[in-house]
C-alpha cells in the first residue's frame, strides 16, 4: 500500500511511505523512504510486535513498484538483511517456515491485570516509584519518581493522577461507563456485537469519557496539587501525558500510543484536558494496535501525568546500545527544540561508541522546530544549521547511560536478558534534562534471523534487491 496516493492500510499490508509517520495503523511491514527515523514512537511500536521495518534508499523504489499488489514476504534481522521476495517465487518448504516465523504476539496472549483503584488523590512525583506501575498509576509516572530520585535536579516537577480517579469518574456516569465498557467488550465475545458494531460502541464510550467534568472534589485536589508542585503562578504550562495500564505488560510497551496535550497553559484548559487525555485510550488508533492482543481489554485503565512544561532547546531519545549495528553502543535522535524526535522528524541519529568514537547515521534535517508558545501549545520557528548535538552533550548523554547502568536493576527479556534502556531527554542552555525511562522491547528479531538464512540460501536472486545491502536499505 502507498500511503502517499492515499490508500488506507490493511493490517496485512506492508506500506511505502516517503516519511516517518506518525499516525500509522499497525500493519504488516513498513518500508520509509530516505533515512527514516530509528526512535520516533512509531518505530518503537513496530520493534515492539515485530513488525519488519526498514528505511530504504530511493534507488531502490523503482524496484518495489513492480511488486505492488502482490503478495510478498519481508523479512529483516539485526544484522541488518533484509529480504523482500514474491511469495509465488518461493519454495512450500520455505512459505512454511515462514508461517512458523510470522507473528509476535498470539491473539489474546496479553493479560491486563486489575489495578489498585481505592486511590483517587493526586500524587506528587516525590511519592511515586517503579513498584506502583501498572497498579496505581501507569509506567510514566511510577518510572519518571523512580528517575527523579535517582538524578534529582534533573527532572520536571510532575504530579499524577491514578487510575482510581480515572475509575471513579466513569462510575459516576449514567449509566456507569465502566460497566458500558465491560458489557460491550462481553456481547463481541459471545456474538452479539461484529467487529463494526465493537467499534461504534467503543467510539461512543469514547465521546461520552470525552465530554466528562471534573468533580468539584477532583478539581480541588487537581489545583491543590499543582499549586504545590508547580507553584502559584498562573502562566507556566503542563504537559498532560497519557498512562495506561496496559502499557506496562510483559513484552508490550506502547510507545507514543494514547495522547499527550503539549504545554497547556491556564488552569481551567488544563482540568478540561484531563478526560481528553483519558478518552485517548479508546482512540481508533490504540485500539487498533491493541487489537486482539489482550485476554480482558475491558480492564483497561486511564492515569494522568501532569508535567511541568520544560523550554528544551534541543531534545530527543536515546536507546543504551547500538540498534544499527547491534553491537555496544548507544543509538541516540536529536532535533531542535521541544518533543525532538518522537514524532518521526528526520532527526540527527547518532551511534555513540567506546572512547569517544561515534558514528553519524543521519543528519538533521528538518527546518523547523517546535518552541513552547507564550499563550500555550507550540510553535514552529526555523531550526538553526548544523549539528544538534555538542561535544559536551554528547559526553553528558555517555555519562547518564553509565549512570543508569550503575543505578537500575536491569529488566530481563523473556530470554532473561537485560533489556536496553528507551530514555527522552532535552538540553536547555547545555543543561541535560530527563522526561522518561523504559525498558526497550524489541520482538521477533531472533525468528526473523532464522528466516532470513533459509530465504537468502533459497533465493540467491532477490527480486527487490533488498538482500543485506548495508548502503541501500537498513533496519530502523
Keep these: 500500500a502507498d500511503l502517499a496516493a492515499g490508500v488506507t492500510p490493511a493490517r496485512?499490508?506492508?506500506?511505502?511511505?516517503?516519511?516517518?509517520?506518525?499516525?500509522?495503523?499497525?500493519?504488516?511491514?513498513?518500508?520509509?523512504?530516505?533515512?527514516?527515523?530509528?526512535?520516533?514512537?512509531?518505530?518503537?511500536?513496530?520493534?515492539?510486535?515485530?513488525?519488519?521495518?526498514?528505511?530504504?534508499?530511493?534507488?531502490?523504489?523503482?524496484?518495489?513498484?513492480k511488486l505492488a499488489g502482490k503478495e510478498v514476504v519481508l523479512a529483516v534481522d539485526s544484522a541488518g538483511s533484509v529480504i523482500l521476495e514474491p511469495t509465488e517465487r518461493l519454495s512450500e518448504?520455505?512459505?512454511?517456515?515462514?508461517?512458523?516465523?510470522?507473528?509476535?504476539?498470539?491473539?489474546?496472549?496479553?493479560?491486563?491485570?486489575?489495578?489498585?483503584?481505592?486511590?483517587?488523590?493526586?500524587?506528587?512525583?516525590?511519592?511515586?516509584?517503579?513498584?506502583?506501575?501498572?497498579?496505581?498509576?501507569?509506567?510514566?509516572?511510577?518510572?519518571?519518581?523512580?528517575?527523579?530520585?535517582?538524578?534529582?535536579?534533573?527532572?520536571?516537577?510532575?504530579?499524577?493522577?491514578?487510575?482510581?480517579?480515572?475509575?471513579?469518574?466513569?462510575?459516576?456516569?449514567?449509566?456507569?461507563?465502566?460497566?458500558?465498557?465491560?458489557?460491550?467488550?462481553?456481547?463481541?465475545e459471545d456474538g452479539e456485537l461484529d467487529q463494526n458494531g465493537l467499534h461504534r460502541e467503543l467510539e461512543a464510550i469514547r465521546a461520552e469519557i470525552l465530554a466528562l467534568t471534573l468533580t468539584p472534589q477532583a478539581r480541588e485536589e487537581i489545583l491543590a496539587a499543582m499549586r504545590l508542585e508547580f507553584g502559584e503562578d498562573d502562566s507556566y504550562g503542563v504537559f498532560i501525558r497519557s498512562d495506561t495500564n496496559v502499557e506496562d505488560l510483559p513484552g508490550f510497551s506502547g510507545a507514543g500510543l494514547n495522547e499527550t496535550l503539549p504545554h497547556i497553559?491556564?488552569?481551567?484548559?488544563?482540568?478540561?484536558?484531563?478526560?481528553?487525555?483519558?478518552?485517548?485510550?479508546?482512540?481508533?488508533?490504540?485500539?487498533?494496535?491493541?487489537?486482539?492482543?489482550?485476554?480482558?481489554?475491558?480492564?483497561?485503565?486511564?492515569?494522568?501525568?501532569?508535567?511541568?512544561?520544560?523550554?528544551?532547546?534541543?531534545?530527543?531519545?536515546?536507546v543504551s546500545s547500538d540498534l544499527v549495528s547491534y553491537g555496544p553502543g548507544i543509538t541516540v535522535s536529536t532535533a531542535w527544540g521541544v518533543g525532538g524526535a518522537v514524532a518521526g522528524e528526520a532527526a540527527e541519529t547518532l551511534v555513540l561508541l567506546a572512547d569517544g568514537e561515534e558514528r553519524l547515521i543521519s543528519e538533521s534535517k528538518t527546518p523547523f522546530r517546535r518552541n513552547l508558545a507564550n499563550h500555550g501549545g507550540v510553535v514552529w520557528e526555523p531550526a538553526y544549521a548544523g549539528p544538534v548535538l555538542t561535544e559536551d552533550e554528547k559526553r553528558q548523554l555517555r555519562a547518564l547511560v553509565a549512570e543508569v547502568a550503575r543505578k537500575y536493576?536491569?529488566?530481563?527479556?523473556?530470554?532473561?536478558?537485560?533489556?536496553?534502556?528507551?530514555?527522552?531527554f532535552g538540553f536547555i542552555k547545555g543543561e541535560l534534562t530527563l522526561f522518561q525511562i523504559r525498558p526497550l522491547v524489541e520482538k521477533g528479531y531472533r525468528r526473523a534471523a532464522r528466516f532470513t538464512r533459509l530465504l537468502a540460501g533459497a533465493t540467491p536472486t532477490v527480486t527487490a534487491g533488498l538482500l543485506a545491502l548495508d548502503e541501500a536499505a537498513r533496519l530502523p
Design 12 to 65: 496485512e499490508d506492508i506500506v511505502v511511505v516517503p516519511q516517518t509517520i506518525a499516525e500509522l495503523s499497525p500493519v504488516a511491514g513498513i518500508l520509509t523512504g530516505g533515512e527514516g527515523n530509528l526512535l520516533s514512537h512509531l518505530q518503537l511500536l513496530a520493534r515492539n510486535l515485530g513488525i519488519p521495518n526498514v528505511a530504504v534508499s530511493a534507488a531502490l523504489f523503482a524496484d518495489i513498484e
Design 93 to 188: 518448504s520455505v512459505l512454511a517456515s515462514l508461517s512458523e516465523s510470522r507473528g509476535v504476539f498470539e491473539a489474546g496472549s496479553l493479560e491486563v491485570p486489575e489495578p489498585v483503584l481505592e486511590f483517587t488523590s493526586p500524587i506528587p512525583l516525590k511519592h511515586l516509584d517503579r513498584s506502583l506501575s501498572g497498579r496505581t498509576v501507569g509506567p510514566k509516572a511510577a518510572n519518571l519518581g523512580e528517575l527523579a530520585r535517582m538524578f534529582p535536579g534533573r527532572v520536571a516537577p510532575a504530579v499524577a493522577l491514578p487510575f482510581g480517579l480515572f475509575n471513579e469518574h466513569m462510575k459516576l456516569a449514567t449509566p456507569s461507563l465502566r460497566e458500558r465498557l465491560a458489557n460491550t467488550y462481553r456481547a463481541r
Design 265 to 318: 497553559v491556564g488552569r481551567d484548559r488544563q482540568l478540561a484536558g484531563i478526560p481528553q487525555v483519558w478518552a485517548s485510550v479508546l482512540s481508533p488508533r490504540s485500539i487498533a494496535w491493541r487489537a486482539n492482543l489482550m485476554k480482558n481489554p475491558e480492564r483497561i485503565y486511564a492515569s494522568v501525568l501532569l508535567m511541568k512544561s520544560v523550554p528544551a532547546d534541543k531534545s530527543g531519545v536515546l
Design 409 to 424: 536493576d536491569p529488566v530481563l527479556d523473556s530470554e532473561q536478558r537485560p533489556m536496553p534502556w528507551d530514555i527522552e
